[in-house]
């Protein structure tokens, strides 16, 4: 597809589709220098194409090219509110510069837009505990999870937040445990069934948590499955609570 793309480059050079084409082609071969060559030149030729900026964004991200993708990102994010790859590439330029509270703000603002997306409803709750509003995170995801009771994201967020948040007065571990042994009855995993022992874990009933988390690390692998087993030994004294 290059090949002919390049051809197409060459006998129309002020087309910026041709450009914009060619661009993601190389994007996907890993030719991110080219690409982004290519894909600069498509803006410059048609300043206002969604596509070439939002594809522009993605490759400066993957060169590591956080704050010149930005400003192309917010732009792109404003064009195609609806795709999820562009809202998680200008997530993702913001935390890695620092700005996790102007991320907090687009993803607020997502969320007002499309309610019912899942992904951005996850994302936001997860840096909301990570700035200690544990209450709003868990106010979110107890209302999504309302709303939405088989969404597995969710559920899975709300149980582990609600089993392990680090302001103990929120937790609820018979609440976590319901939610986290219906997710994993439903998608049997590791994380599913650390979520098992997380909740088991805040009831302190230590030895079933400890065989919840052996049945995690017998379903995990690489990194996962070394975190899990460095995690076990948590299990073995006499509470287990965090």
Same mark, same amino acid.
């Not at 907090?104 to 603002?109: D, S, V």
């Not at 209302?143 to 302001?167: G, M, V, Y």
């Given at each position: 597809?290059?090949?002919?793309?390049?051809?197409?480059?060459?006998?129309?050079?002020? &087309?910026?589709? &041709?450009?914009?084409?060619?661009?993601?082609?190389?994007?996907?071969?890993?030719?991110?220098?080219?690409?982004? &060559?290519?894909?600069?030149?498509?803006?410059?030729?048609?300043?206002?194409?969604?596509?070439?900026? =939002?594809?522009?964004?993605?490759?400066?991200?993957?060169?590591?090219?956080?704050?010149? =993708?930005?400003?192309?990102?917010?732009?792109?994010?404003?064009?195609?509110?609806?795709?999820?790859?562009?809202?998680?590439?200008?997530?993702r330029a913001l935390l890695k510069l620092g700005r996790v509270d102007e991320a907090i703000g687009i993803l607020a603002r997502l969320r007002v837009r499309d309610?019912?997306?899942?992904?951005?409803?996850?994302?936001?709750?997860?840096?909301?505990?990570?700035?200690?509003?544990?209450?709003?995170?868990?106010?979110?995801?107890?209302?999504?999870?309302?709303?939405?009771?088989?969404?597995?994201?969710?559920?899975?967020?709300?149980?582990?937040?609600?089993?392990?948040?680090?302001?103990?007065?929120?937790?609820?571990?018979?609440?976590?445990?319901?939610?986290?042994?219906?997710?994993?009855?439903?998608?049997?995993?590791?994380?599913?069934?650390?979520?098992? =022992?997380?909740?088991?874990?805040?009831?302190?009933?230590?030895?079933?948590?400890?065989?919840?988390?052996?049945?995690?690390?017998?379903?995990?692998?690489?990194?996962?499955?070394?975190?899990?087993?460095?995690?076990?030994?948590?299990?073995?004294?006499? &509470?287990?609570?965090?």
């Amino acid at each position: 597809a290059a090949d002919a793309f390049t051809r197409a480059v060459r006998a129309a050079p002020q &087309s910026a589709v &041709s450009r914009l084409n060619l661009g993601l082609a190389l994007a996907r071969l890993g030719k991110m220098a080219d690409a982004a &060559s290519h894909l600069e030149t498509a803006l410059r030729l048609e300043p206002a194409n969604a596509d070439g900026g =939002a594809a522009l964004a993605m490759v400066l991200l993957e060169q590591g090219s956080d704050a010149d =993708a930005l400003g192309l990102l917010r732009r792109a994010v404003e064009q195609r509110p609806e795709d999820s790859n562009v809202r998680a590439g200008l997530v993702r330029a913001l935390l890695k510069l620092g700005r996790v509270d102007e991320a907090i703000g687009i993803l607020a603002r997502l969320r007002v837009r499309d309610p019912d997306d899942e992904d951005t409803l996850v994302s936001l709750s997860i840096l909301l505990a990570d700035r200690q509003r544990f209450q709003d995170a868990l106010t979110l995801l107890e209302e999504a999870n309302r709303r939405f009771p088989d969404r597995t994201a969710t559920a899975t967020t709300f149980a582990r937040l609600l089993a392990s948040s680090p302001d103990r007065t929120l937790r609820d571990g018979a609440r976590a445990l319901a939610l986290a042994q219906g997710v994993h009855a439903a998608e049997p995993s590791a994380v599913h069934s650390e979520t098992v =022992a997380l909740a088991l874990a805040e009831l302190e009933r230590c030895m079933e948590a400890a065989d919840w988390m052996r049945r995690a690390i017998d379903a995990a692998q690489g990194d996962e499955a070394d975190r899990l087993k460095q995690e076990l030994a948590r299990y073995a004294g006499p &509470s287990c609570r965090r």
